[in-house]
């Protein structure tokens, strides 16, 4: 086996799927993809408005670990509806805790980077998973409501 090999993304997280066994890979995969659909909606996750520069430019916006959580919320909702909880539940993610504990993880194998202000405890107690991922939804009206 090569010295490169060894050192490879894909060596690296089977690496870290046996030291770490609390989540499947597929947790990881959802992180990552949430992050960027996380750094692409940040302005309407967030009501935060992105101005000048940092709207037209394509370099990469700091996520803090309580928008991250907000935006795994969001993708979770849009991509999985009523069953996110569970789907995330079969992956070993109970809580925004488990995302600060996965984000850890891929900065420890380069994965991910991190900024000097980003604490793993930014992810702690973000909202509860009871409730978090039930779809907004608005019933139509009754048709004879309706302004016809």
């Not at 996380?38 to 520069?53: C, F, I, K």
């Not at 009523?82 to 925004?96: E, N, Q």
Request: net charge negative.
């Amino acid at each position: 086996m090569s010295h490169e090999l060894s050192n490879s993304p894909l060596q690296a997280m089977r690496k870290l799927l046996k030291e770490d066994a609390r989540f499947k890979y597929e947790a990881y995969q959802f992180v990552r993809e949430a992050l960027q659909f996380t750094q692409e909606h940040l302005p309407e996750l967030t009501g935060a408005s992105v101005s000048g520069e940092a709207a037209s430019s394509s370099i990469t916006r700091h996520i803090t670990g309580q928008q991250l959580c907000e935006g795994c919320r969001q993708y979770a909702i849009d991509q999985y509806g009523y069953l996110a909880r569970m789907v995330l539940s079969t992956w070993g993610i109970r809580s925004t805790s488990d995302f600060g504990d996965i984000v850890y993880n891929l900065i420890r194998i380069e994965q991910m980077r991190k900024s000097d202000s980003d604490r793993r405890e930014d992810f702690d107690d973000v909202y509860p998973f009871d409730g978090a991922f039930e779809p907004d939804f608005t019933l139509p009206k009754p048709v004879d409501e309706l302004d016809c």
